[in-house]
C-alpha cells in the first residue's frame, strides 16, 4: 500500500496485545482480553478492532457507540434491567454511548467492534439542520432517490 492510498485494508488474521479489563469491573473469574486497532477515522472520532477475551464475568461501561460483529466464540449480555440474551458468531450488538452491559463469557469470544464518539448535542443538531436545509433546496434533483437498509438475518 502506498503512502497516499485511500484505501486501508487488513486481516483479521492479526497479532493481538494485551488490553486489561479494569479490575473493577470483573465480577467473576479472570478474563484475559486482548485487541488490535485496525483503523482510525482522521478526525479521531471512528475506529475499528478486533477484540477477545476468554472466560470471566465482567461489566462493561461504553463511554463511546460501539457496534459488535461476533466473528468466534459467545458471550451472555445483561443489560440494566436485566433481560439477557446469548449472542454468538454472526450476530451484530450496538451499545449506544453511556450505556453499561454485563457479559459473561462462557469459554471465549472473538469480535470485530466499530467504534464512534458520539457529537455533542448542539452539532448534532446543526448537522440536522444543514440536511434538512439541502433537501428543501435540492427538492428537484434527484429527490426519488430512497436510501436502502439492510439488516442481517
Known amino acids: 500500500m502506498t503512502a497516499d492510498s485511500l484505501v486501508k485494508s487488513g486481516a483479521a488474521n492479526v497479532t493481538l496485545s494485551p488490553c486489561p479489563i479494569y479490575s473493577s469491573w470483573i465480577l467473576e473469574g479472570a478474563p484475559i482480553a486482548r485487541n488490535k486497532v485496525l483503523s482510525s477515522s482522521a478526525d479521531g472520532t ?38 439477557a ?46 440536511r434538512f436545509l439541502k433537501r428543501i433546496l435540492h427538492s428537484g434533483a434527484g429527490a426519488s432517490a430512497t436510501p436502502v437498509m439492510f439488516q442481517g438475518n
Open 46 to 83: 471512528a475506529s475499528t478492532l478486533i477484540w477477545d477475551c476468554t472466560a470471566g464475568r465482567f461489566n462493561w461501561f461504553y463511554d463511546v457507540d460501539e457496534t459488535i460483529f461476533v466473528l468466534e466464540g459467545s458471550v451472555v449480555l445483561r443489560d440494566v434491567a436485566g433481560n
Open 85 to 130: 440474551r446469548k449472542v454468538s458468531a454472526g450476530d451484530s450488538v450496538f451499545f449506544p454511548a453511556g450505556t453499561r452491559a454485563e457479559w459473561t463469557v462462557e469459554s471465549y469470544i472473538r469480535k470485530i467492534a466499530f467504534c464512534r464518539a458520539p457529537l455533542p448535542w448542539p452539532l448534532v443538531f446543526t448537522n440536522r439542520c444543514v
